[in-house]
């Protein structure tokens, strides 16, 4: 098993390894446009999940996904390469909601915002927070 440390480093490492491999060596048009957010290997380091997103948003999920599980073979190859470990993990590949997500928050906040302007309420501020 490894430490959390080690486990941290290798997780950042991947993430930035894969991140210039789909950038600059991967010539699969499905897998353009594609984002590396995060990548999570077990601890035993026979998984790494890899989890990416698109500026598009979900509308390219399933094409961005086939891209990779057809470049995965090469990905490791790469990886393992650049990246010296005993044993390199099987990637995985996921789908990461958490952009979308988080611009749908934003504009649930961006439409209460004009709501209560259009009411002529002010937005509370951090001093009403700290009096509560």
Avoid: C
């Amino acid at each position: 098993m490894v430490s959390q440390l080690r486990l941290r480093r290798i997780n950042e490492r991947l993430k930035e390894e894969l991140a210039l491999l789909l950038l600059y060596e991967v010539a699969d048009p499905r897998v353009r446009g594609a984002s590396v957010t995060d990548v999570r290997v077990d601890r035993e380091l026979a998984y790494a999940d890899v989890f990416v997103s698109a500026v598009e948003g979900s509308e390219r999920r399933e094409e961005i996904l086939e891209g990779l599980e057809h470049a995965r073979g090469f990905l490791s190859r790469e990886l393992a390469r650049r990246v010296e470990l005993r044993q390199f993990p099987r990637l995985r590949f996921h789908w990461d909601p958490t952009p979308e997500r988080a611009e749908r928050i934003e504009a649930l906040l961006e439409q209460i915002r004009a709501e209560r302007e259009a009411r002529g309420e002010q937005a509370p501020t951090e001093a009403d927070d700290d009096a509560a």
